[in-house]
């Protein structure tokens, strides 16, 4: 037998998600398939995205390439634009959208020499400063790209820095800053705002004006995560999404702990009392985040926690309340019984992260 974990990732539970988003935004949607569409396989997120979706949005060219060669017809848009002039050829010819961010990327677009023409997506920095032209730099890369033969349409878009936090201030400062950017170009084309959290949590939906269209960006909730698994807690208001991936391994080990007997490195669990504790195949090299402490976890169906230091192939659990389980129970890391945004904020940090970081497991489909 191979070493038991298994990423078993629900295509049904992916394309509801979907659908959520567009549904929300009453209009069209790229799924944001970048990072190997968020640690799960991104031809098999897009093929079986394919007949619904209205496009993908991805990280790179090489991510890009690998869509299209899996016959995917859908637009693909390069989030980050391209990071080298040498890549715009095949860019034209794998017929992607790109963001333009920077206005080397202007000059570098409206020099090439390629035949196709290509959707810009100029991007505006409304905030967050990560990516994007200043609002007072947009009309002068607008114009130029506009009169640019390479390129076919421009559409205007931004990145929300704060889309997750309870207060919406920062956001709808943001969305202010977009219209009045977008005001001065008498601009009436593609807009696009929102990443998951503004989908959920409803804010940038609305469009500018009858002939825009506005494009949403979903990716964590499409995987059936939610960014806003903090303010829920406190809103008490459960989003309908699904879950896709459910993460299982199976006991390999079962020791009984003697009060005052330590476990793992570090000595990290010491046993008050005689106690199970369970050896799980399942470590930091496969994703499970090293800094979780008492995370939930599913042994056999029945919730209890993780004990103890996370080592690089193994793990603890608490076996006191399951007299039954033994070598080869099956156990849920996160999933269907386990909402990995539980683990991720018991280890400090997102299911972005942990979700990303799959890898050395066996994936199944269905
Ligand atoms: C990754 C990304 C998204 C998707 O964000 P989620 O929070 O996962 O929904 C949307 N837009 C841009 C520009 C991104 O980089």
Redesign the pocket.
């Known amino acids: 037998m191979t070493r038991p974990i298994y990423a078993h990732v629900n295509l049904d539970a992916l394309k509801h998600n979907y659908l959520l988003a567009k549904e929300a935004n009453q209009g069209p949607a790229l799924a944001?398939l970048?990072a190997n569409a968020y640690g799960h396989g991104a031809v098999a997120c897009a093929q079986a995205l394919s007949p619904i979706a209205d496009g993908f949005?991805v990280a790179s060219l090489e991510e890009a390439r690998q869509l299209r060669n899996a016959q995917i017809t859908q637009p693909i848009l390069l989030?980050e634009g391209f990071f080298d002039a040498e890549e715009l050829a095949e860019i034209a010819a794998l017929e992607c959208w790109v963001v333009v961010h920077d206005a080397w990327q202007v000059d570098a677009l409206c020099a090439a020499q390629f035949k196709a023409q290509t959707q810009v997506w100029l991007k505006v920095n409304t905030g967050m400063h990560r990516l994007g032209l200043t609002p007072a730099e947009v009309p002068q890369a607008y114009q130029a790209l506009s009169n640019c033969p390479q390129v076919d349409q421009v559409a205007l878009m931004t990145?929300f820095a704060n889309a997750d936090a309870i207060d919406k201030s920062d956001v709808k400062a943001q969305i202010r800053q977009f219209e009045e950017t977008a005001n001065a170009l008498s601009f009436d084309g593609l807009i696009s705002l929102s990443?998951?959290?503004a989908i959920l949590s409803g804010v940038g939906l609305k469009n500018l004006n009858q002939s825009s269209s506005n494009w949403v960006?979903?990716?964590?909730?499409l995987y059936g995560a939610d960014?806003l698994y903090a303010n829920i807690e406190k809103d008490n208001n459960v989003q309908p999404l699904q879950t896709v991936m459910t993460l299982q391994a199976k006991l390999i080990a079962v020791k009984t702990l003697q009060a005052g007997d330590a476990i793992g490195y570090g000595s990290l669990f010491k046993a008050d009392v005689t106690m199970r504790v369970g050896v799980v195949a399942c470590g930091y090299a496969d994703g499970y985040p090293r800094t979780a402490m008492q995370a939930p976890v599913a042994v056999d169906g029945v919730q209890t926690t993780t004990l103890g230091r996370v080592s690089m192939d193994m793990l603890y659990v608490d076996l006191r309340d399951l007299p039954e389980a033994a070598i080869g129970s099956v156990v849920e890391l996160w999933g269907e019984q386990v909402s990995v945004d539980a683990v991720a904020s018991a280890a400090n940090t997102l299911s972005?992260e942990l979700l990303c970081n799959v890898k050395r497991v066996q994936f199944t489909y269905s």
């Open positions: 944001v970048k949005a989030l990145h990443n998951s959290a960006r979903p990716g964590l909730m960014p972005y």
